[in-house]
Structure formats: C-alpha cells, structure tokens
Nanobody, 128 residues
Framework: QLQLVESGGGLVQPGGSLRLSCAASGGTLDGYVVGWFRQAPGKEREGVSCISSSGFNTYYADSVKGRFTISRDNAKNTVYLQMNTLKPEDTANYYC?????????????????????WGRGTLVTVSS
C-alpha cells in the first residue's frame, strides 16, 4: 500500500520561502493524482494545490495562487510544494494525499477523502 511522508516544514518569517516534499514508498506515484492540503488550528482542512498524474494539470486555491508552485518528479517518487512570499495565515499542518482515477480539481475538493492515501503532515509556522 502506498505510504506518503511529508517533510520540509518549519518556522519561517513572513515573506520567506519553504519547499515541502511528499515522498512515496511501498509503490509508485505513477498514475496517481497528488495534492497538498492544510489544516490550521480550529479550522477545516482545505485543498491547497493538486497535480495530475501527468503533471500537466494543476489546481491552486485562490489564497495561494501566484505564491505556491506544485511539481512532481516521478523518477524520485516525490511531489513538491514550493511556497514563496509566505504569510502568517499560511500557518498550518500541511498534508499530502494521493488517489488514482480522479482529477486534480476533484482531489483538492475532497479534503477528507477516504479513498486517498494520506501522509501524517508537516507543520509550517509563519511568524516573526
């Protein structure tokens, strides 16, 4: 069964950058749509960005458009989320998820999908 592990979180000042990684084991990400989600304390989980299995189609939440970039390296079995110009409101636990036979938009619209494989998350804190 596919297992996902997130890394790259940490403390960063407003305006700074971080790159999150989602590494898969127990199988290949080929053919899987992969997405990044986040959940801030007291808030619902939301889809941040998702990428199709080919990498050609991507989805971004309005709140991160122009600041975040999702990419994938199937040879490394890893999906990345480059986060620039970070804001305090980006503070959250960030999770990655993967699912086959779906679309990037659909996966990002399913923040609690029981049909996806989920990682345990990595904490991003944006604070001065």
């Amino acid at each position: 069964q596919l297992q996902l592990v997130e890394s790259g979180g940490g403390l960063v000042q407003p305006g700074g950058s971080l790159r999150l990684s989602c590494a898969a084991s127990g199988g290949t990400l080929d053919g899987y749509v992969v997405g990044w989600f986040r959940q801030a304390p007291g808030k619902e989980r939301e889809g941040v960005s998702c990428i199709s299995s080919s990498g050609f189609n991507t989805y971004y939440a309005d709140s991160v458009k122009g600041r975040f970039t999702i990419s994938r390296d199937n040879a490394k079995n890893t999906v990345y989320l480059q986060m620039n110009t970070l804001k305090p409101e980006d503070t959250a636990n960030y999770y990655c998820a993967s699912r086959r036979y779906t679309l990037a938009l659909t996966l990002c619209g399913s923040p609690y999908s029981a049909n996806a494989a989920w990682g345990r998350g990595t904490l991003v804190t944006v604070s001065s």
